[in-house]
């Protein structure tokens, strides 16, 4: 049963502490997608990826967000330094190019105190 | 730029009624339009799609959802729900199928009454 899998799935850190998120995609998948989920925004694209190569990250804050793709099979998002205001569940998805349908992660549940 | 109403952000259905979920979009163009599920702590599922073609769009489920270019709508229906249908529903809109990424509204939480 292919599955995007996320790790970890709740992540509790101290402000200022660096975070390190993770995605495996599915097998095969080359658009692997970055949302973060909070009450008050909703889902938010964060960044996406084609064939490991980044394509739009408008939607991270660039001082303290980054996204790699390392290898086909690993995604990250780290925050460095993280703030109260990250908490928030992030999503990984992946998508096989000219399928639109993307199969959601199960999400990190981040907090930040 | 895109955007998605979804205009209740709470509904309660009593359990074998039925169900229409509302929403609006705002896209310059064809619009690719998607509804999606979530159950509490879990990702997202998605339900059913738009791209072309017939207007009403079958999903899993039994969910079926309409495309309305007139009122900008693509409303999600069930005839009759069950209690397991409880979650948050979320419509959302992306360009070239999706492919860039997808813009979603709100959200709705349904409520199943017994």
């Known amino acids: 049963d292919a599955r995007v899998t996320q790790t970890p799935r709740d992540k509790v850190t101290e402000m200022g502490q660096e975070v390190t998120m993770r995605c495996q995609p599915i097998?095969?998948?080359?658009?692997v997608f970055w949302y973060r989920q909070t009450m008050m925004q909703g889902l938010e694209l964060l960044a996406y990826?084609?064939?490991?190569?980044?394509?739009?990250d408008s939607g991270m804050p660039k001082d303290r967000f980054s996204a790699e793709m390392p290898d086909a099979t690993l995604a990250t998002l780290k925050i460095q330094p993280s703030e109260p205001r990250d908490s928030a569940v992030y999503f990984c998805?992946?998508?096989?190019?000219?399928?639109?349908?993307?199969?959601f992660g199960q999400g990190t549940r981040l907090t930040v105190v | 730029a895109q955007s998605v109403t979804q205009p209740d952000i709470h509904i309660t259905v009593s359990e074998g009624a039925s169900l229409e979920l509302r929403c609006n979009y705002s896209y310059g163009a064809t619009p690719y339009l998607f509804w999606y599920v979530q159950s509490p702590g879990q990702g997202l599922q998605l339900l059913l799609k738009?791209?072309?073609?017939?207007?009403l769009v079958q999903g899993i489920k039994g969910f079926e959802a309409e495309f309305k270019r007139s009122q900008s709508s693509f409303n999600l229906r069930k005839p009759s729900v069950h209690w397991s249908d409880a979650a948050e529903y979320f419509c959302a809109v992306g360009e070239w199928g999706g492919a860039d990424g997808l813009t979603f509204g709100k959200g709705t939480h349904l409520i199943i009454q017994p």
């Open positions: 990826f084609r064939n490991r190569a980044p394509l739009d």
């Open positions: 998805a992946s998508a096989q190019q000219g399928n639109a349908e993307a199969f």
């Open positions: 738009y791209f072309s073609g017939d207007t």
């Open positions: 097998l095969g998948h080359n658009t």
